[in-house]
């Protein structure tokens, strides 16, 4: 199996049926200043990180809420196809980190970057 394919193979997990249905819907944790933060995915090669906290389909994708930190630290929206799509073949996929437990934002931030 050629690496591509099998990179491609472990991104789809990105969304699994229980993250589905846990993900509150787009806007549904707008003003709150402490949302709760229900996935992280992340890239090995670049150090990015999304931190997700809602979710909603749209059309034939899925598209995300959250705290991408990157370049530089930013609210925004990001879909999945993104995340699966569009790296190149010679970088590894973004993986969801299955291990991350939901959880308020500051605790997140204290936790993995203090």
């Not at 670049?46 to 930190?69: A, K, M």
């Given at each position: 199996?050629?690496?591509?394919?099998?990179?491609?193979?472990?991104?789809?997990?990105?969304?699994?049926?229980?993250?589905?249905?846990?993900?509150?819907?787009?806007?549904?944790?707008?003003?709150?200043?402490?949302?709760?933060?229900?996935?992280?995915?992340?890239?090995?090669?670049?150090?990015?990180?999304?931190?997700?906290?809602?979710?909603?389909?749209?059309?034939?994708?899925?598209?995300?809420?959250?705290?991408?930190?990157?370049?530089?630290?930013?609210?925004?929206?990001?879909?999945?196809?993104?995340?699966?799509?569009?790296?190149?073949?010679?970088?590894?996929?973004?993986?969801?980190?299955?291990?991350?437990?939901?959880?308020y934002l500051r605790r997140v931030m204290a936790r993995e970057h203090c």
């Open positions: 199996m050629s690496r591509r394919k099998k990179n491609l193979m472990t991104a789809i997990d990105l969304l699994p049926d229980d993250l589905r249905l846990a993900l509150p819907a787009l806007n549904s944790q707008a003003g709150i200043s402490d949302p709760i933060v229900y996935a992280k995915f992340r890239s090995r090669d670049s150090g990015w990180v999304w931190y997700v906290t809602e979710g909603s389909p749209q059309d034939n994708d899925f598209l995300f809420f959250g705290l991408v930190i990157g370049l530089d630290e930013e609210w925004g929206y990001f879909s999945h196809s993104e995340l699966t799509e569009s790296w190149p073949p010679w970088e590894s996929p973004i993986e969801r980190d299955v291990h991350f437990k939901p959880d």
